[in-house]
């Protein structure tokens, strides 16, 4: 080494002498039987590769903006800049640059607009290419596989084994006992799916609850194999009781999959008080027709008659 330059930034002196990589130190390896495996460098995990890498305060924060997308979009740059504590200069900077990259879009439509008078909020969501960036490193593998099975065994194989992958994910999940226990049994379905990385949710709807999956691990494969989604419906309607419908999915598009299920007990909108005690409710009604109004169940003659004696 001449003189005191530094070392690059990728490599560091060794306390024992010698130089180290961090990829190659313990702490930054993967491990499986003797064999070590170190993370591509060109590799990154969110949707700002095109832009900024993990590491530029660009990137974490583009990376950051991207994750409230996945879990909570559509998001208005307001409410991103809330939750990440930034200017509305730095959200629409983020946001342009991830617009302009085809990663980003503006939605159509309120999304339970909170905001007050005037002009309408503009919301933003993922496009499917910016989804198609989040793919799972083994999407290709896993699709490959799905279709050697199909040809081998058959469509049944398939589903069977859609169903088998599902049944695996909520089989923690207690099966409503009654209708009462549906909206329990719902949340635990969220809880599963987002234990399996679906990011999930519910929601009241109306007169029913909401699963909704932000996330799909599974979703480049499910566009060729729509079992698998045919399998999640399925197995939500034998543990709920209650058939559900699958509004949205994400394979198909939508920014997000979303699955109604119907409460057995829905909630009236509104309901008369009851009347005090020793009271009789009161009814609107018309016990007689004046001359002026007179009744349309009256026969033709009879309005006739009327009009004339009102008219003396």
């Not at 001449?2 to 306390?15: E, Y």
């Not at 919301?123 to 499917?128: A, D």
């Not at 909401?210 to 399925?234: N, R, S, Y």
């Amino acid at each position: 080494m001449v003189g005191s330059s530094p070392l690059p930034p990728r490599v560091r002196a060794d306390p024992a002498g010698g130089l180290r990589a961090p990829f190659l130190e313990p702490g930054n390896q993967l491990r499986h039987t003797c064999v070590v495996k170190t993370m591509p460098s060109d590799v990154e995990p969110t949707v700002d590769a095109a832009h900024h890498g993990v590491n530029h305060p660009d990137g974490q924060t583009r990376a950051a903006v991207v994750a409230l997308l996945v879990e909570d979009g559509p998001l208005t740059a307001g409410e991103i800049g809330e939750r990440l504590g930034i200017s509305a200069a730095g959200v629409r900077r983020h946001l342009d640059a991830l617009t302009a990259a085809g990663d980003v879009q503006t939605a159509q439509g309120s999304f339970g607009q909170r905001g007050g008078r005037g002009r309408p909020a503009k919301w933003f969501q993922l496009t499917p290419s910016g989804r198609g960036k989040l793919r799972h490193a083994y999407d290709d593998l896993a699709g490959a596989a799905m279709r050697k099975l199909r040809d081998v065994a058959g469509s049944d194989a398939v589903e069977s084994f859609a169903r088998e992958r599902i049944e695996g994910i909520v089989a923690e999940v207690t099966p409503a006992d009654g209708p009462d226990a549906v909206p329990t049994t719902v949340q635990g379905i969220a809880d599963a799916l987002t234990g399996a990385g679906y990011s999930a949710n519910t929601r009241v709807v109306g007169s029913g609850i909401q699963i909704c999956q932000h996330h799909c691990p599974v979703a480049h494969v499910a566009a060729e194999f729509p079992e698998l989604c045919e399998a999640e419906t399925a197995v939500f309607t034998e543990l709920l009781g209650t058939h559900v419908q699958r509004l949205a999915t994400i394979a198909n598009g939508d920014c997000a999959c979303t699955t109604h299920v119907p409460l057995p007990h829905p909630v009236p909108l509104s309901a008369p008080d009851p009347p005090p005690d020793g009271a009789t409710s009161t009814t609107r009604t018309n016990p007689t027709n004046t001359p002026e109004e007179p009744s349309d169940a009256q026969p033709a003659s009879a309005r006739t008659a009327t009009s004339r004696k009102a008219s003396r």
